[in-house]
């Protein structure tokens, strides 16, 4: 997938591939010495770390991949995409790079994903970023995904009009004029037809609300993992203004993690790293540095 002029001019970046089977999945490797890891959410991709490595690259080694099916990655129709073979993915990449004293940053997805690989091998990271996720078990599901989760609809929704990209890019930041331009064709380009879109659906469908689903024991498995990370530095960035990862489940993380650093940032909604690029750049140069 060639990237568009104005977007190629916001990331300047080389890519690189990590072959898992059949499927590719790309990443970043920019830089060199200790590496920092950015593990995105959904809808985003690498892109949206753009700031944070170009910032870091000059004097870390930064490492941000795109799962199946999502950014520059390949998009399989027939795939299984759920938390355990996201993590499986993000494990290989990890493991074939050969990755240790791993500072890790999460968002979103990024997040059950990014720390369950974290679980399994506490010895390769370092310190620890988690925004605006979760990774253990909820009964809180806002009403929009709860309707992006409708058989057939949501699907219809999601996968015809990219209704996921498009809500988010108006309803996750506090400042929706700045998701406009190259910024927005950054983070919608990739999700450009019904079949590029499959995996921005399948993450949503993939939400474990109760025993039933398939990928319950797996989030179960990652919630009693948590505490091998208790001797880890960590910090909990957060945008304050989220209506999905609301402050109670920065708050349930500080229940876990009761060292860490918290910063709460009260004008950041879901996307706070395009609505306070400044201050969350300055936050985490002062927590790694």
């Avoid at 200790?34 to 991709?45: A, C, E, F, S």
């Avoid at 004029?177 to 949503?204: C, L």
């Avoid at 860490?260 to 790694?288: C, W």
Wanted: hydrophobic fraction near 40%; glycine fraction near 6%.
């Amino acid at each position: 997938m060639n990237l568009p002029t104005e977007v190629a001019a916001l990331y300047p970046f080389e890519s690189q591939h990590h072959q898992l089977g059949n499927v590719r999945m790309h990443y970043l490797d920019e830089g060199a010495g200790k590496p920092l890891l950015m593990v995105h959410g959904n809808p985003t991709w690498s892109f949206y770390f753009r700031n944070l490595i170009q910032e870091f690259r000059p004097r870390r080694r930064c490492v941000a991949p795109d799962h199946i099916g999502c950014g520059l990655s390949d998009k399989p129709q027939n795939y299984r995409y759920c938390l355990a073979r996201h993590a499986a993915n993000l494990e290989s990449l990890i493991l074939n790079l050969d990755l240790r004293d791993i500072d890790l940053l999460v968002h979103d997805w990024g997040g059950p994903i990014g720390l369950s690989v974290a679980t399994r091998h506490p010895e390769r990271f370092d310190r620890i970023m988690i925004s605006n996720t979760a990774a253990f078990r909820s009964k809180h599901l806002p009403r929009l995904l709860w309707a992006a989760r409708i058989p057939l609809l949501g699907e219809f929704l999601i996968r015809g009009f990219n209704a996921f990209v498009q809500t988010t890019l108006v309803t996750a930041t506090a400042h929706p004029h700045r998701m406009r331009g190259a910024v927005r064709k950054g983070f919608t380009f990739p999700y450009s037809s019904w079949a590029n879109r499959i995996a921005t659906a399948r993450f949503v469908q993939d939400i474990p609300m109760d025993a039933s689903h398939p990928s319950w024991p797996d989030l179960v498995q990652l919630e009693q993992g948590l505490p091998r990370l208790r001797n880890k530095q960590m910090l909990l960035l957060w945008g304050e203004k989220d209506w999905c990862f609301t402050t109670k489940m920065r708050d349930q993380f500080l229940d876990i993690f009761p060292h860490a650093k918290s910063v709460g940032l009260r004008s950041a909604h879901h996307l706070l790293y395009e609505d306070e690029p400044e201050t969350t750049l300055q936050v985490i140069k002062e927590f790694l540095e």
